[in-house]
């Protein structure tokens, strides 16, 4: 049998984030692992892809109507960038990763490929029914094991789901230009903006560590950041405390679904609608003044007391405790 091929796709601004090395482990293995993007990489972003086991990089040029540097973001563009490396490289997997926009392009490819399409998966093995990919369902509160009946199979990876590790045998990965011809999309970009990224911090998608505020604050999240900071964390919050102006992006099942490896809610009560996009977290540690919140019931640690005595003791104990720490 024939050695299997991974695809992965890459930011579309060709970063080398942590979800893509993510998603390049996990594709080792199931094969070799290819990379498509539509921006050239750097030489340190080869050097990083080489160095996770990548053995070829496929960079689009876009052809046509649609080479416009203000529409090669698109979610049409994207798609057929990502069917087009497909087709070069006879990928019997595309791995994409969890972000809304990657959502969508991987959908639509899939559709143009006839590809089975599976969403935020955890995990993705060969079995001997073919591919299968698990994922939880229903908040977070089902584990779900699904077989993928075509070749290719799309399935997009929700992030921390695995250990980035870099390959054993590093490869030298060659860039192949990609060739794509796209119709003009049925959008118009009006205006385009790039949101600037917290200094320090990862994206909340992304983050291995999430500490979230709630009603509880008060509307103070002093607490929260310096807690945030101390870990290396991203910051979320709750639905009511973003209606009420306190922050900007909250976590829930109509908001952002994170998946860390350790969420901590301070002042959260728990409601399902939060609950809905964080009880995949790996390790749950909640604050709460109300012992009888519901959050507890599916939490780790829970801490009973008030958030703004509680956060800054362990945001002081951790930074001792890096402090404390011998140099690696």
């Known amino acids: ?63 046509g109507a649609a080479r416009a540097e203000d529409t090669r973001h698109l979610t049409a563009v994207v798609a057929a960038v990502l069917a087009a490396a497909v087709r070069r490289t006879d990928a019997d997997v595309v791995l994409v990763p969890a972000g809304f926009a990657a959502k969508e392009a991987a959908a639509v490819a899939a559709h143009a490929l006839g590809a089975g399409l599976v969403v935020d998966a955890s995990d993705v093995a060969w079995e001997d029914e073919g591919l299968v990919a698990t994922k939880r369902v229903f908040a977070g509160t089902w584990e779900t094991a699904s077989v993928v009946a075509t070749d290719p199979a799309v399935v997009t990876v929700r992030a921390n789901a695995v250990v980035a590790e870099p390959a054993a045998e590093p ?9 794509v011809e796209v119709e003009v999309p049925a959008v118009t970009v009006v205006a385009r903006r790039t949101a600037a990224r917290a200094a320090g911090r990862p994206t909340l998608e992304e983050a291995a560590v999430v500490v979230a505020g709630g009603r509880g604050t008060g509307g103070d999240f002093a607490p929260v ?17 973003v209606f009420e102006g306190w922050h900007d992006r909250y976590i829930g099942q109509t908001g952002v679904t994170v998946a860390p490896r350790l969420y901590i809610g301070a002042g959260i009560s728990g409601a399902p609608h939060h609950r809905g996009g964080m009880q995949a977290a790996q390790v749950v540690v909640a604050i709460n003044s109300d012992p009888e919140a519901p959050i507890f019931e599916i939490s780790d640690f829970a801490v009973v007391g008030d958030l703004a005595d509680v956060l800054p003791q362990a945001a002081e104990a951790i930074r001792a405790h890096k402090a404390a720490a011998p140099e690696s």
Do not use: F, K
Not at 37 to 62: D, K, M, N, R, S
Not at 171 to 179: F, G
């Open 171 to 179: 490869a030298r990965p060659e860039v192949e230009a990609l060739p």
């Open 1 to 63: 049998m024939s050695r299997r091929t991974a695809l992965v796709l890459l930011d579309p601004a060709a970063e080398v984030r942590p979800a893509a090395l993510e998603l390049i482990t996990l594709g080792r293995s199931l094969g070799r692992v290819d990379v498509v993007t539509l921006e050239a990489p750097g030489v340190e972003a080869l050097a990083t892809l080489g160095a996770h086991g990548v053995e070829a990089v496929h960079q689009a040029e876009i052809v």
């Open 225 to 241: 950041n310096d807690l945030a900071d101390a870990l290396g964390a991203a910051v979320g919050a709750s639905r009511d405390a």
